[in-house]
């Protein structure tokens, strides 16, 4: 139920509800990847809004960097390197880049990461 | 630094990604991080990190394109320090020359074209002839630097003659020029430039001084010729010009490369407050360039001590107060965030000067970074309205002229930022005051050095007209800087047109004669664009003695136009071939076939595109022109570095069975 409310959170939700973070994060599922590129390039983009606002209210932000260690290798291994290095950056955790890359990735994570 | 980010994220992604290439073994990608981040021990640990005499070979020519000083090696590694100190540069620029049919000198003739000129005017352009002379001179050093021949200065059978057509200050420059003749030929060069130092001649002497500095520029010798030379009785030399000829050779010699003992050697010019400013100053200015960017606290501390100095504090009116300011600012060059604690103390200062010089260490620790929180804080500065009876006046219109300079200095090597900054030129243009102006075309020049683009040189081939001398002059000047050793054939007709035009006018033509030199450099195999290696590091020594040259042009009638045209040679540090060589295992020059062609951007595009379009196919070496890449074509050779620019070592490959 929660998963499908997260989806649906994509094409429904007002600006500053983030609704698709606020139900993924309630979901039990797994298989992120499953429901698409599209959503999760919205899930990325709602959790660097959320952990700005949990940083300034001083709340735990643990649950948000859990997730993004899952979709950072989603999207690693789907061509889709800025999104990985925008994401890891808003939350502050770019030197924890070299866990999610392997010998064919590197070079164009490396690429964006210095231009 | 990382574009568009700040710190300390800059740096994080660098380290961060440096970290990554060195995990996958491309340790050249991690070296030119390495040197990007401007951290010493990172890049020695990175260049140990491998027992590949190839690779560690290519990483040292790297390091050494940057002019990093690093004294690690021992003499029996002789190859290695060979690559480190570029002491082959000169062999490798010879072998272009050979290969291109360009080692016949040219003569000052070949490039002014004089017959193309119009006609009318032809035959007056010999109005003040020493001073002709003297543009000569420029003109031909530029044209033949690092050749080694040339058909003035060093023609056998009338030696020294030429040295003798100028007059007085002018001898400086001529006899120098002989040091750009012969640039990075240690050797040979200085066994030329040793007839003059014995010259009889004050003059003379002092420019043989500035030859040995240019001689030495960029490549380095083990015996130290430049320092045993420019030692200390040239240095306390009766005669002021040969001290400070002397200090600047010692500048040119040694830039980037942080040698204690030259601290040693001049600090004591500084803060010797009996001395002359010029002579003060052009130490401050030497150790400046020496120390760029290593934000020596003893250094800085003795030129601020200067600005406290009771004894100095009528000399702080004098022109050359001013190099001094730039000396405190080169050692902040690109330090970011470090030069904040010198601005406070510049702060306390009560003194018109102070200001200028923060603003000065200022654009300099941001250089090249494109932040556009610092080109706002510039802009603010320039649009301050000054006052026609204020005292303060004078430092305060140089002031703005620095922050003019700054702007582009910010902007550099930042494609969206330079865009944005050519616009608001044309508005300080149109509505700022005298001063603004004269450092507006001085700043389109610094923004592209060596890379002529149709907009910034119309604009100032438009300015090169203006009512005001002072702006003609530069944008004159900016005109060559921009074409650079490029050969433009629009800007040499453009530069043609301008001579006939100022016959008359000895300032002007002067220039527009220099201006002719710089866009023929080195017959249009050099470069003086600080940005290499596929445009991601900016050189700091190159930056510099751009930097340098430019603050004495805003005030050209003082010092460049006047008796102080040897600052010129500042721009010695900023020359480099424009060359890709490729070498075999034995590092000497192999010919392959290579695509040169306009090099197209791929970060974050989707699966192996093209990194270049619209190619030829060469053999090396070849030369490159701004903003191109270079392809290897045979399969057979492995270049040692995904970057072909400069020198590049090729490994064969073994095809196994």
Do not use: F, N, Y
């Given at each position: 139920m929660a998963d499908m409310l997260s989806v649906l959170g994509m094409t429904f939700?007002?600006?500053?509800?983030?609704d698709t973070l606020k139900y993924r994060l309630l979901a039990p599922s797994v298989d992120l990847g499953s429901w698409g590129h599209e959503y999760m390039r919205h899930l990325a983009l709602e959790i660097g809004q959320d952990y700005q606002k949990r940083l300034n209210d001083n709340k735990d932000y643990q649950s948000l960097i859990d997730l993004a260690n899952v979709i950072v290798p989603f999207f690693v291994t789907h061509n889709a390197e800025a999104d990985a290095v925008d994401l890891l950056t808003e939350l502050e955790?770019?030197?924890?880049i070299p866990r999610f890359i392997d010998e064919n990735t590197y070079s164009r994570v490396c690429l964006y990461m210095v231009r | 630094m990382v574009p568009l980010l700040t710190f300390p994220d800059n740096e994080k992604f660098l380290r961060t990604a440096h970290d990554i290439y060195k995990k996958y073994g491309k340790l050249s990608q991690a070296i030119v991080l390495a040197i990007r981040l401007h951290d010493h021990s990172l890049i020695i640990q990175t260049l140990d990190s491998t027992t590949d005499d190839l690779l560690k070979r290519q990483m040292a020519l790297l390091i050494a394109r940057q002019k990093i000083w690093l004294d690690v090696y021992d003499e029996e590694e002789e190859s290695m320090v060979a690559c480190l100190q570029s002491t082959r540069m000169t062999d490798y620029y010879k072998a272009l020359a050979l290969e291109l049919n360009l080692l016949e000198p040219k003569s000052v003739q070949d490039i002014y074209k004089s017959h193309l000129e119009s006609s009318r005017t032809a035959g007056l352009t010999n109005l003040d002839s020493s001073r002709h002379n003297l543009a000569s001179s420029f003109v031909n050093a530029f044209v033949n630097a690092g050749f080694g021949n040339d058909k003035m200065m060093l023609v056998e059978e009338n030696q020294s003659s030429w040295v003798w057509k100028t007059k007085d200050d002018g001898m400086i420059s001529a006899a120098a020029s002989i040091g750009m003749l012969q640039m990075w030929d240690v050797e040979s060069g200085l066994t030329t430039i040793d007839k003059y130092s014995y010259a009889d001649d004050d003059w003379v002497k002092a420019g043989a001084m500035l030859a040995v500095g240019i001689v030495n520029t960029g490549v380095r010798d083990n015996a130290e010729p430049a320092m045993a030379l420019l030692s200390q009785d040239m240095l306390n030399h009766k005669k002021k010009e040969v001290r400070i000829a002397s200090i600047m050779g010692l500048g040119l010699a040694y830039a980037?490369?942080?040698?204690?003992e030259l601290s040693e050697l001049l600090l004591p010019f500084v803060s010797d407050?009996?001395?002359d400013m010029s002579i003060s100053a052009m130490a401050a200015l030497s150790l400046g360039l020496i120390f760029v960017g290593s934000s020596n606290s003893d250094i800085s501390e003795a030129i601020v001590q200067t600005f406290f100095d009771e004894d100095r504090a009528a000399q702080l009116k004098d022109k050359w107060t001013r190099f001094m300011a730039l000396g405190l600012a080169l050692l902040y060059f690109g330090r970011q965030e470090e030069v904040d604690v010198i601005l406070e103390t510049l702060e306390a200062i009560d003194h018109p000067m102070s200001k200028a010089s923060s603003v000065l260490c200022e654009v300099c620790a941001w250089a090249g970074t494109g932040s556009v929180l610092k080109l706002q804080e510039l802009l603010h500065i320039c649009n301050d309205h000054i006052e026609e009876d204020d005292e303060d006046k004078k430092s305060d219109g140089l002031l703005q002229a620095y922050a003019v300079i700054g702007l582009s200095l910010v902007a550099m090597g930042e494609d969206v930022g330079q865009e944005m900054i050519l616009r608001q030129f044309g508005h300080l243009m149109h509505y700022g005051e005298s001063n603004i102006r004269r450092a507006v075309p001085l700043a389109l020049g610094l923004i592209s050095p060596s890379n002529p683009q149709m907009k910034i040189y119309d604009t100032l081939s438009r300015y090169s007209h203006d009512n005001d001398n002072d702006v003609a002059v530069n944008a004159i000047f900016a005109m060559g800087l921009v074409g650079a050793g490029t050969n433009n054939a629009r800007l040499a007709q453009l530069l043609r047109q301008l001579a006939s035009y100022y016959s008359r006018d000895p300032n002007s033509l002067f220039m527009v004669r220099i201006a002719q030199g710089l866009l023929h450099m080195g017959k249009g195999l050099l470069s003086v664009n600080p940005f290499h290696t596929d445009r991601q590091i900016m050189s700091r020594v190159s930056a510099a003695g751009l930097l340098t040259v430019l603050v004495s042009l805003i005030d050209a009638k003082q010092f460049i136009l006047a008796d102080s045209h040897y600052l010129l040679y500042f721009i010695a540090t900023a020359m480099h071939p424009r060359f890709l060589v490729t070498l075999d295992e034995n590092l000497q020059p192999l010919k392959v076939n290579v695509r040169v062609g306009q090099a197209v951007d791929?970060?974050?595009?989707?699966?192996?595109?093209?990194?270049?379009?619209g190619w030829q196919t060469q053999s090396t070496p070849v030369v490159l022109a701004y903003g191109e890449r270079a392809e290897l074509e045979d399969e057979q050779y492995l270049p040692e570095t995904p970057i072909l620019e400069g020198l590049v070592i090729l490994r064969k490959v073994i095809i196994k069975p």
């Open positions: 939700s007002d600006e500053d509800r983030l955790m770019i030197d924890q | 980037g490369t942080a040698k204690e407050s009996s001395l791929v970060v974050g595009q989707a699966g192996r595109p093209k990194t270049i379009t």
